[in-house]
T-cell receptor, first 112, second 115 residues
């Protein structure tokens, strides 16, 4: 069984540009989560999808962040326009039964 | 609101020595607790979890953790460290009032293993 995959593994952009991160969950997992780790700090929850619906987006920092999960399969997280403080590692996770979340390798975003 | 505290951003041990990584949580309701590990250039891997069954939980690679409600702790241990255990370890909690959906993480502890 393939694990959670994320693309790209690393992205370097300039302030003001747009970046889209992609997450492919484990097949059959209805729950999909986004987390972020800013350098030196804890991993923080961003939002949770159940299939294509946003169940909880209480962790989204501001309206520059837009997450979608059309069709209930893969998800994208768009940052537009990117700011310096958006730099960090963005993790995606998925779960079948909500008791165990399986994480992807993360996307390291650097905003210059 | 729940929170997780991991004491020590870095822990150094010698190969063969006991590994003890500390985790304390704050919660007003019974939690689920997790330890994840991140090896260099890899994602987060689940080591073990406590979900209200046995308080002593065994995980992969010889690690175990004990849930102690009276101490609000969930410390991670391994009797004998191996060089391959060098990684960053994260303790996390989730609660019934979030449907156990939202993980709250500690700041992580980097384990260094010397020969």
């Amino acid at each position: 069984e393939a694990g959670v995959t994320q693309f790209p593994s690393h992205s370097v952009i300039e302030k003001g540009q747009t970046v889209t991160l992609r997450c492919d969950p484990i097949s059959g997992h209805d729950n999909l989560y986004w987390y972020r780790r800013v350098m030196g700090k804890e991993i923080k929850f961003l939002l949770h999808f159940v299939k294509e619906s946003k169940q909880d987006e209480s962790g989204m920092p501001n309206n520059r962040f837009l997450a979608e999960r059309t069709g209930g399969t893969y998800s994208t997280l768009k940052v537009q326009p990117a700011e310096l403080e958006d730099s960090g590692v963005y993790f995606c996770a998925s779960s079948r039964d909500s008791r165990t979340q399986y994480f992807g390798p993360g996307t390291r975003l650097t905003v210059l | 609101a729940q929170s997780v505290t991991q004491l020590g951003s870095h822990v150094s041990v010698s190969e063969g020595a006991l590994v003890l990584l500390r985790c304390n949580y704050s919660s007003s309701v019974p939690p689920y607790l997790f330890w994840y590990v991140q090896y260099p250039n890899q994602g987060l891997q689940l080591l073990l979890k406590y979900t209200s069954a046995a308080t002593l939980v065994k995980g992969i690679n010889g690690f175990e953790a004990e849930f102690k409600k009276s101490e609000t702790s969930f410390h991670l241990t391994k009797p004998s460290a191996h060089m391959s255990d060098a990684a960053e370890y994260f303790c996390a909690v989730t609660l019934v009032n979030t449907g156990f959906q939202k993980l709250v993480f500690g700041t992580g502890t980097r384990l260094l293993v010397s020969p």
